[in-house]
C-alpha cells in the first residue's frame, strides 16, 4: 500500500484562501469517506482537523474544510493567520490488513 | 481531559527489542480503539498498529508485521507496544492515538523516541 501524494509545500498571505491536495487511489481516498486532516506544529503532536473527509471536530475553526472527489481529497483554509504555518497531513482508511495510510505532509507558510 | 502518557523509548542496539508503554485517562479506555503511529525524524507520519477496546482485533502495518506486537490492560488503562528485531528505519518518535478502525485519530500522546544505533 503506498502513501497519498500531497505537494511538499503551499504558501499564502495572511487573509487569503490555500488549498492542499491530496491525491490516493479507488482503494484508500477513493474507496471510502475517511479521510482525515491533521496539523502538526514543529516538536508537537499532530492534531485532528477534518474527519471523514469534511467534517471537523469540536473546537476547530470553520476556516478549515475539507472535500473530495474521485481519488483526490483536498483541505481548504480561509483567512489566513500566522498560526496556520505548520505541517498538514492527510490520511485515508484503506480496508486491507494495512488500516491506514497518510500523505507525505505539506509545510504551510503564511508569508 | 484525554491524557495518552508514552513511556519506554530510549536507545537500542539493532536486532534488539523495547516495550513501549502509553498510560491512559480521562475517557473511558476500555471503550476506545488505539493505535500506534510513528514519525521519523525529519519525516512524516505512519501508521504502525491498531487493536479494538477488546483487544481482540489487532492490525499491523507490512512494515512491522511479525516483528511488533500491540496489546492493552484495560484494568490498569495502560496500551502496549512490543517491538522486536529492531532496525535502524525503526528509529523514530512513536505515538500513541485513541483512534477508530477507519482511523480518525481524535487524541494523540506526546510521542516517546526510539533510537535504533550500534
Known amino acids: 500500500q503506498s502513501g497519498l501524494t500531497q505537494p511538499a509545500s503551499v504558501s499564502g498571505s495572511p487573509g487569503q484562501s490555500i488549498t492542499i491536495s491530496c491525491s490516493g487511489t479507488s482503494s484508500d481516498v477513493g474507496g471510502y469517506d475517511y479521510v482525515c486532516w491533521y496539523q502538526q506544529h514543529p516538536g508537537k503532536a499532530p492534531k485532528l482537523m477534518v474527519y471523514d473527509v469534511s467534517n471537523r471536530p469540536s473546537g476547530v475553526s470553520n476556516r478549515f474544510s475539507g472535500s473530495k472527489s474521485g481519488n483526490t481529497a483536498s483541505l481548504t483554509i480561509s483567512g489566513l493567520q500566522a498560526e496556520d504555518e505548520a505541517d498538514y497531513y492527510c490520511?485515508?482508511?484503506?480496508?486491507?490488513?494495512?488500516?491506514?495510510?497518510f500523505g507525505g505532509g505539506t509545510k504551510l507558510t503564511v508569508l | 481531559q484525554v491524557q495518552l502518557v508514552e513511556s519506554g523509548g530510549g536507545v537500542v542496539q539493532p536486532g534488539r527489542s523495547l516495550r513501549l508503554s502509553c498510560a491512559a485517562s480521562?475517557?473511558?479506555?476500555?471503550?476506545?480503539?488505539m493505535h500506534w503511529v510513528r514519525q521519523a525524524p525529519g519525516k512524516g507520519l505512519e501508521w504502525v498498529a491498531f487493536i479494538s477496546y477488546g483487544g481482540f482485533d489487532k492490525d499491523y502495518a507490512d512494515s512491522v508485521k511479525g516483528r511488533f506486537n500491540i496489546s492493552r490492560d484495560n484494568s490498569k488503562n495502560m496500551l502496549y507496544l512490543q517491538v522486536t528485531s529492531l532496525r535502524a528505519e525503526d528509529t523514530a518518535v512513536y505515538y500513541c492515538?485513541?483512534?477508530?478502525?477507519?482511523?480518525?485519530?481524535?487524541?494523540w500522546g506526546q510521542g516517546t523516541l526510539v533510537t535504533v544505533s550500534s
Open positions: 480521562g475517557f473511558t479506555f476500555s471503550r476506545h480503539g
Open positions: 492515538v485513541e483512534g477508530t478502525i477507519s482511523g480518525r485519530f481524535d487524541n
Open positions: 490520511s485515508s482508511y484503506t480496508g486491507s490488513t494495512t488500516l491506514v495510510v
